[in-house]
């Protein structure tokens, strides 16, 4: 099964679960599929019209989906998936 | 940059030799130290460490641009500062602190807020930039005026556990440019969606890890040793000890530098990350914490409501009923719709949230958002409770 390394600030979705298996066979199937597990996650992942938001980023291995097919990008059971979304934090 | 004229004295030597005899550094990467401008954006949780490592390692000119004091909250992180200077000026501490650690540096301080008008005129003073900030407004400005510039953009970045760190807007020995912020994150989180750090918090050390690697790469982009972190994305999680470098690149679409660019000049960087409110949407009702104590010494009758969390209600509470921001809808029944109630929480934000939500959802109209929340009544009405 592919890996979902999931972020700090969305572990309070995931029930403070940081990896999460999932059976997908592309970039899709693993947000359908960790947005069932894990409902919460939805809003903070997808938009309005379902597209992964511009400020969360999704790395399959070391490159960025954009690079690659973006939702269509193919995943296998070696895969690793890491979402990144845009964390600002360093001052205060 | 010419090192031509670059000399150093005795003292500056005996400090520098162990740069010196690194073979890959030698004097030559010393010369371009001596010579580079930095400037540091924000002197708290990473600018602290940028700040003590840049000056150590003999650059010779450092911008601090910070308008904040120090406070007693800061020092679990900012390692600049000490008891002495709770209540100084940020700038004019790290300052006295950093020529103290070095005294044959300039620094430079800006004791003002980063904008839109001033941003472009301090900057161009400088060879590069270190980020450092807190919010999303104030990166955007930072990586569009290097853009704009044409200058390198340090980047790092904390919450809680997570740190990342990246080198925007560089051009390497072939000339080509790297990618910026707006390629990794087009656009910012809408408010809200994301806690603040006064909300989320942060492990006091992270700044150190990830400010000390900011550092390091503001000292290989000026002596131009090994290899920047540029179309790369570190990203460090500090409970997994788990860290992940990714490829990023630059994208057509940017607005600042992609094939049809369409911001030419700084622009609205709060109306851009969504913090000002719109014009169309209605303005909330708000009191003063003087207003507050007034009410409660005349005795008027109102429900006082806090939305903060738990944990935090323990640490300092004004007597207020409890309901976390994430509940009130659920108990929107036990705000009373027939008298005023106040509702409050650390600062003022998540409590505008809970008055928009039950306004919208419930039809309240009876509402009125604490301004600077429990920090600024404590500040100043009950001076004697905990502050966080």
Known sequence: MATVIIPTPLRKFTNNTAKVNVEASNINEVVSSITTEFPELKKHLLDENGRIRTFVNVFVGDDDIRDLKQEETKVNASTIISIVPAIAGGKH | ?388
């Open chain 2, 1 to 388: 940059m010419s090192t031509e004229n670059i000399l150093f004295n005795k003292e500056e030597l005996a400090r520098y030799d162990r740069h010196i005899i690194i073979p890959e550094f030698g004097l030559e990467a010393q010369k371009k130290l001596k010579a580079a401008k930095v400037l540091v954006v924000g002197s708290g949780g990473l600018g602290s460490p940028v700040l003590l490592y840049l000056t150590a390692a003999g650059v010779g000119t450092i911008g601090i641009v910070d308008f904040d004091v120090v406070d007693d909250s800061n020092l679990h992180r900012q390692v600049l500062f000490g008891v002495t200077e709770v209540g100084k000026s940020k700038a004019e501490a790290a300052k006295e602190r950093l020529l103290n650690l070095n005294p044959h540096i300039d620094i430079i301080t800006y004791n003002t807020q980063f904008t839109s008008q001033n941003a472009l005129d301090i900057l161009k003073e400088y060879d590069l930039v270190a980020d450092g900030t807190d919010n999303f407004p104030t990166r955007y400005l930072v990586n569009d005026a290097a853009v704009l510039l044409g200058k390198p953009n340090i980047y790092a970045s904390i919450f809680r556990f997570d740190g990342q760190v990246s080198v925007f807007n560089y051009t390497n020995a072939a000339g080509e440019l790297g990618p910026n912020y707006r390629d990794l994150y087009p656009t910012p989180p809408p408010p809200g969606l994301v806690p603040s750090c006064a909300e989320g918090g942060v492990l006091g050390v992270l700044p150190g890890i990830i400010g000390s690697l900011q550092a390091l790469e503001v000292i290989k982009v000026i002596t131009g040793a090994g290899e920047p972190l540029s179309g790369k994305f570190y990203t460090f999680d500090a409970l997994s000890f788990e860290n992940r470098t990714f490829n990023i690149k630059r994208r057509a679409d940017n607005p600042l530098n992609g094939e049809n660019p369409t911001i030419k000049a700084l622009i609205d960087y709060e109306q851009f990350c969504g913090l000002k409110t719109p014009s169309t949407e209605k303005a909330i009702k708000e009191i003063s914490v003087q207003e507050l104590y007034d009410w409660q010494t005349k005795g008027e009758d109102f429900q006082l409501i806090d939305v903060r969390e738990v944990h935090e209600y323990e640490i300092v509470n004004i007597g207020a009923e409890l309901i976390p921001l994430s509940t009130v809808a659920a108990n929107a029944g036990k705000i009373d719709q027939g008298k005023k109630v106040v509702i409050h929480c650390k600062m003022g934000g998540r409590s505008a949230k809970a008055v928009r939500e039950l306004e919208e959802k419930f039809g309240f109209d009876n509402l009125y958002n604490l301004k600077g929340g429990i920090l600024a009544w404590v500040d100043a009405i009950q001076p004697e409770l905990n502050k966080y």
